[in-house]
T-cell receptor
Framework: LAKTTQPISMDSYEGQEVNITCSHN???????ITWYQQFPSQGPRFIIQ???TKVTNEVASLFIPADRKSSTLSLPRVSLSDTAVYYC?????????????FGTGTRLQVTL | DTGVSQDPRHKITKRGQNVTFRCDPI?????LYWYRQTLGQGPEFLTY????????KSRLLSDRFSAERPKGSFSTLEIQRTEQGDSAMYLC????????????FGPGTRLTVT
């Protein structure tokens, strides 16, 4: 089971780009990297998923280096509404559900 | 709104009472998951259904917890003889296809045991 390490918290000003890095040194060959966002008193929301190189959608970009031992979630031009907890998950699609481990996440605080 | 609904949103109960929560997943999703989340922690896996079959249960799930998904549609999570340590947010998620990390979560049910 690939363990992930993320910063506990980050601060940013509105309008800046925010990069949150997740370390997963023992990632397995068939593991994917998935990021979720969670606002207070709400369930987590799927943001993005990738296997290697770069993935981009309307919300964020995910950068994965060739060795896949880390990944970076990039949020362009954050706003106050991006204040949330961000979780990095690593695991194989089609595996066992009990291995879906969220960890404690990174608490992002965006201010004016 | 992800399309996953949970009821009730809040529940306050006295220690020793039984409580039941309901989850209505996205209609075409065949996979349903239950998680528990305490303050400052990420969601913790409890159990998982594929259609009506309960395929996995966490070792952390005590005998006081039971979940069902009759007919593969909505699901219920019951906690018997509640304890103060059961106070948490109970989250339901659903997905399509096999076990996947792309899950759609409901808003959760916040349980407070007094």
């Amino acid at each position: 089971l690939a363990k992930t390490t993320q910063p506990i918290s980050m601060d940013s000003y509105e309008g800046q780009e925010v990069n949150i890095t997740c370390s997963h040194n023992n990632i397995a060959t068939n593991d994917y990297i998935t990021w979720y966002q969670q606002f207070p008193s709400q369930g987590p929301r799927f943001i993005i998923q990738g296997y290697k190189t770069k993935v981009t959608n309307e919300v964020a970009s995910l950068f994965i280096p060739a060795d896949r031992k880390s990944s970076t979630l990039s949020l362009p031009r954050v706003s106050l509404s991006d204040t949330a907890v961000y979780y990095c998950l690593v695991g194989a699609q089609g595996g066992t559900a009990s291995k879906l481990t969220f960890g404690t996440g990174t608490r992002l605080q965006v201010t004016l | 709104d992800t399309g996953v609904s949970q009821d009730p949103r809040h529940k306050i109960t006295k220690r020793g009472q039984n409580v039941t929560f309901r989850c209505d997943p996205i209609s075409e999703h065949n996979r349903l998951y239950w998680y528990r989340q305490t303050l400052g922690q990420g969601p913790e896996f409890l159990t998982y259904f594929q259609n009506e079959a309960q395929l996995e249960k966490s070792r952390l799930l005590s005998d006081r917890f039971s979940a069902e998904r009759p007919k593969g549609s909505f699901s219920t999570l019951e906690i018997q003889r509640t304890e103060q340590g059961d106070s948490a947010m109970y989250l339901c998620a659903s997905s399509l296809g096999g076990v996947t990390y792309e899950q759609y979560f409901g808003p959760g049910t916040r349980l407070t045991v007094t």
